[in-house]
């Protein structure tokens, strides 16, 4: 057994007095004329520990480089820095494994891009570090509204065969070989398929959790998404995980109501559990970022109908790249105006020309609006986009025949019309771009361990 103490309780006061042994990697060593500082980091805590060797004691401290994996024995004593208030005093060191002038980490500082290229070793950083612990929390947040809410959890497939948002964004699975694949008549050949029929990676797990909800009331998914992405920016990705609650007896003022509700317990959460780290992402990211976590708990978010918004924006005598129509999409330029001039906050937008919204949304009385929201937050944009879903079969059927979606395919989400259909809702709220907020991250490539975007795959 190896015998360790974590440094979360060297740090924060619990570990046993005496002579102990922590586990680490160097972040930076320097030496004065009489004595050895290093700073080490084990990922229990956001701090890192200062180490002191006197060099009457240790000879040859060459290989106490920068990167390199250590044990230390030693023992805890008041600092006199003024950074931290004790220090280890050491009188054992064991260099497991050294690392050299090559290492890419030497300096304190490096740029996010520089960073991006070396995924699997930007998380020894304490940015990185500090993104991906308030990535766990957000995580447990997130179940545990949930579960304290009365939903299920669910687990969907990943491997679909429907394309839910009909966007056309699908990566395709297959067992084929592409560059062998068999062709009838000069098409593909699926019986020959692993699934005997095309394949893709989920782009939502929203089908398959209404089965559920029809049954069990209320439940979500929390899992990962595939998206070709035609928009290649900041805020999109290929691999990104959406949490997708769908409930049963919900109307959309009910649905929204449970996403202002949903936002503000993980605001609080995170603000109660990840002090240290918000006032790092403030100190050295994003001024603003306790107040973001202030606005979303204050008060109630913002919502406007889509045609007023349209309205809005016309009026507002802004010069916009294109100018609004009813009919367009909400462009990232119409989001700012909206959250971060107009509103100052975070605001839901509902009703959206029914031509610009997936098949499965409600068809208002209007005929020509669906009962669905996005929730647009300031700085990051679209952050949620849900619905009442059309529980009338016969709309279903014209609103999927308008939409060119062929009705065989989607035969069981029919059957959900034609047996005991009711009245339901639910939402997809991006993990990713949640977390650029509460972090302050503005690139979600940043908030992901492995990001995967077009053309870039470490
Ligand atoms: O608005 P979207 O496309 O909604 C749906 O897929 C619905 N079926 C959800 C539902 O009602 N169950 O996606 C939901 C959210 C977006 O608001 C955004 O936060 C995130 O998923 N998202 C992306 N995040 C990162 N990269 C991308 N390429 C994203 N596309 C969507
Ligand atoms: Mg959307």
Redesign the pocket.
């Known amino acids: 057994m190896i015998d360790r103490t974590p440094l979360v309780s060297v740090l924060d006061g619990s570990a046993a007095d005496g002579e102990i042994t922590v586990y680490g990697w160097v972040r930076t060593a320097r030496s004065g004329k009489s004595v050895t500082f290093a700073e080490i980091t084990d990922g229990s805590t956001s701090s890192s520990l200062q180490v002191v060797f006197h060099r009457d004691r240790f000879g040859d401290l060459s290989e106490l480089t920068t990167g390199a994996c250590v044990r230390i024995t030693g023992r805890l004593v008041e600092s006199p820095g003024q950074e931290q208030s004790r220090e280890l005093e050491a009188t054992g060191l064991q260099v497991i494994g050294p690392s050299g002038d090559d290492y890419p980490l030497q300096k304190k500082k490096h740029s996010l891009e520089f960073l991006r290229s070396i995924p699997h070793l930007r998380v020894r950083t304490n940015t990185f570090g500090a993104v991906f612990r308030m990535s766990h929390h957000l995580s447990l947040a997130i179940h545990r509204f949930f579960d304290e809410n009365g939903f299920y959890f669910i687990h969907a497939p990943i491997i679909t065969t429907s394309d839910?948002?009909g966007a056309g964004e699908s990566f395709q699975v297959t067992s084929m070989p592409l560059d062998s694949v068999s062709l009838v008549d000069g098409r593909v050949d699926y019986t020959s398929d692993y699934f005997r029929r095309k394949a893709f990676l989920t782009?939502?797990?929203?089908l398959e959790?209404e089965p559920m909800a029809l049954a069990m009331g209320k439940v979500y998914t929390f899992g990962p998404?595939f998206?070709a992405?035609p928009?290649d920016t900041r805020?999109?990705?290929?691999e990104?995980w959406?949490i997708?609650p769908?409930m049963a007896f919900f109307d959309l003022d009910d649905d929204i109501r449970l996403i202002q509700e949903f936002v503000r317990y993980t605001a609080r959460y995170l603000h109660e559990r990840c002090g240290e780290e918000i006032a790092f992402f403030g100190r050295f990211y994003e001024r603003e970022l306790e107040e973001r976590y202030r606005m979303l708990t204050a008060s109630d978010f913002a919502r406007i109908t889509y045609t007023d918004a349209i309205d809005l924006i016309r009026r507002s005598g802004r010069h916009f790249e294109v100018a609004p129509e009813w009919g367009c999409e909400i462009s990232t330029e119409y989001e700012r105006f909206l959250t971060d001039e107009h509103f100052g906050s975070p605001v839901f937008v509902t009703d959206y020309p029914a031509a610009i919204k997936?098949f499965y949304m409600r068809l208002n009385d209007d005929g020509r609006t669906v009962a669905c929201t996005?929730l647009l937050f300031p700085k990051v944009g679209?952050?949620?986009?849900?619905?009442q879903r059309e529980e009338r079969l016969e709309i279903l059927g014209k609103r999927a025949e308008e939409c060119g979606i062929d009705i065989g395919d989607y035969s069981w989400y029919f059957d959900l019309r034609r047996w005991g259909s009711a009245p339901h809702s639910?939402?997809?709220?991006?993990f990713?771009?949640l977390l650029m907020y509460f972090t302050g991250m503005e690139n979600?490539r940043d908030v992901i361990p492995f990001p995967r975007s077009r053309g870039r795959m470490l």
């Open positions: 839910a948002e782009v939502s797990a929203q959790a998404i998206r992405d928009s805020f999109h990705t290929a990104f959406m997708e769908e997936p996005d679209e952050i949620v986009g849900g619905s639910g939402f997809g709220l991006g990713e771009r979600i």
